[in-house]
């Protein structure tokens, strides 16, 4: 039994990440969870937050607004509409998306499904701050 899992991060547009790692964590709707190779398959919903690939200093962080996993054995595949790696999150970036998004929250008369997307596109961008904070500490 291989002891990496071939975890690939996709969106709609492109197959953003490829690659081999002992340990990836995600945002799981219940809760952060890891996955390693020999893992029992699996399939569950992703909600906004960080994805982390490997461990310690060499560990790459991706910030997902939320999706689908499918864990097998030797695979993990992210399904999700957005993913920025850490190099792509800028503090300007988080600023600009955080007003976008409070000023839409607050418009009145906003129906149920456009609250729905915007509060998800807050989650994403809390998502971000938190990886900005995270590189601080």
């Known amino acids: 039994m291989s002891i990496v899992i ?29 996955v390693m190779a020999g893992h029992a398959p699996f399939v569950t919903l992703l909600k ?8 310690g200093d060499d560990a790459k962080h991706f910030v997902v607004a939320g999706g689908f ?3 097998m054995p030797d695979k993990m595949t992210i399904l999700t509409e957005r993913a920025l790696s850490r190099e ?20 009145a008369g906003l129906e149920e499904p456009a ?9 994403f961008v809390e998502a971000c701050q938190e990886l900005l904070n995270r590189q601080k500490a």
């Open 88 to 107: 792509q999150v800028s503090q300007q970036q988080v600023k600009i998306e955080r007003n976008e998004v409070q000023t839409q929250l607050s418009a």
């Open 69 to 71: 996993v499918e864990v």
């Open 6 to 34: 071939q975890m690939e991060l996709v969106t709609p547009e492109a197959l953003l990440h490829s690659e081999e790692s002992m340990l990836v964590t995600a945002p799981g709707t219940e809760g952060y969870f890891g």
């Open 115 to 123: 609250i729905a997307y915007w509060q998800s596109r807050l989650a």
């Open 48 to 55: 906004p937050g960080i994805l982390t690939v490997g461990e």
